[in-house]
């Protein structure tokens, strides 16, 4: 890929808020309304100053990072999340934090995809959008923008970042990035985090709630793992599902994992059909990850019948991970080389990911 980068240097020596890359990758946030066209056009960031003046006033060095090719959030392939993670591997010890300027339909799937990626990550990387463009008078883009980098640059009074892990902040609060969905699609509240707690809350001060944010472990190096597989797929049951349906997902060549999108606390059909072809599935080397349907509230196989055979089988719970953490996470416990246990991996917390039951 290629990059076009512009500069703003912090009125005094070095800024109290350090430095910050900024990568904006596409999305609504960085989009104009061109008049003459008559329709909404990739935003030229090098007249940012004059839609976002106040970023002038944070003092911080900030560096903007273009992709030559704004991509739209629909169009994101892991691929592109892996070249993300290289982004800032390379450039890791040259700046203080990130943020990553990112389309909101699939916010939620890159924001989980990094924080698994960017392994020994100790410094902040917070993505944000807007659901209008930077353009339009009312739009949402300066206050997430102008925020997340403020937050970026949040130190302890140790001089310690206040975050270090991959986020998502937009309107008005910062949550944990693999634990957050979008929710809303024309109203400015558009990701929530059902089951884990914002991490902090801007109002005229920032709040941060700190028994909730990842401890910061010191200076660590920082590796990425350069290969994700993408033979997954979700299979989301809904009353009166046939069984041609189960068995042509599950007989997809290559396939590897299943995410299944069950009922309520992880139930699914008893049907004898249904049954025999995740086992069958099972058998011949399938990894199927139940996730509930569900926003709130956590996968308790066997807890009721209609869970317990699949838990006898050896159906992995997802307990209250989300359905786009979960998909990245098989993806990424696939794509390890060498000899490891997926189902062990998969079965357990790695990135805040998910609450183990007791």
């Not at 910050?20 to 100053?49: A, C, W």
């Not at 299943?258 to 011949?284: C, K, M, S, Y």
Request: one cysteine or more; charged letters at 20%; proline letters at 5%.
């Amino acid at each position: 890929m290629e990059y076009a980068t512009i500069k703003i240097e912090a009125e005094t020596d070095g800024g109290p808020g350090g430095s910050v890359l900024v990568i904006y990758t596409g999305g609504t946030l960085g989009m104009v309304f061109e008049s003459r066209k008559g329709q909404l056009v990739p935003f030229n960031f090098e007249q940012l100053i004059d839609k976002v003046p106040e970023i002038c006033r944070l003092n911080q060095d900030i560096t903007f990072l273009s992709l030559k090719e704004p991509i739209d959030s629909s169009n994101i392939a892991p691929e592109v999340w892996i070249e993300l993670a290289n982004i800032i591997a390379r450039n890791y010890f040259h700046y203080d934090s990130f943020v990553i300027l990112h389309g909101t339909d699939t916010m939620a799937y890159t924001a989980s995809a990094l924080s698994y990626l960017l392994e020994g990550l100790s410094k902040p990387v917070i993505l944000t959008g807007a659901q209008l463009p930077i353009g339009v008078a009312r739009s949402d883009a300066r206050e997430n923008m102008l925020t997340a980098l403020e937050l970026a640059s949040a130190r302890n009074e140790r001089g310690e970042p206040m975050i270090s892990e991959v986020c998502i902040y937009f309107n008005s609060y910062l949550l944990r990035g693999n634990r957050s969905k979008k929710q809303e699609s024309s109203d400015f509240d558009a990701f929530h985090s059902a089951n884990y707690p914002y991490l902090a809350k801007a109002g005229v001060s920032i709040e941060y709630n700190l028994p909730y944010i990842r401890p910061f472990k010191g200076r660590t190096s920082l590796t990425v793992q350069q290969h994700l597989d993408p033979n997954v797929a979700f299979l989301k049951l809904f009353p009166g599902i046939t069984p041609p349906v189960v068995k042509s997902l599950c007989h997809i060549p290559g396939l590897r994992g299943i995410v299944l999108e069950t009922f309520g606390a992880g139930n699914a059909p008893t049907a004898p059909w249904f049954l025999d072809e995740l086992q069958a599935a099972i058998n011949r080397g399938i990894l199927i990850f139940n996730v509930s349907q569900c926003d709130g509230g956590r996968v308790s196989l066997g807890r009721y019948q209609t869970s317990r055979q699949m838990l006898e089988m050896g159906v992995i719970s997802g307990e209250d991970i989300t359905a786009e953490a979960a998909i990245t996470k098989m993806m990424y416990v696939f794509g390890k080389s060498g000899k490891v246990d997926s189902s062990k991996l998969l079965a357990q917390e790695m990135e805040g990911e998910m609450s183990m039951s007791t």
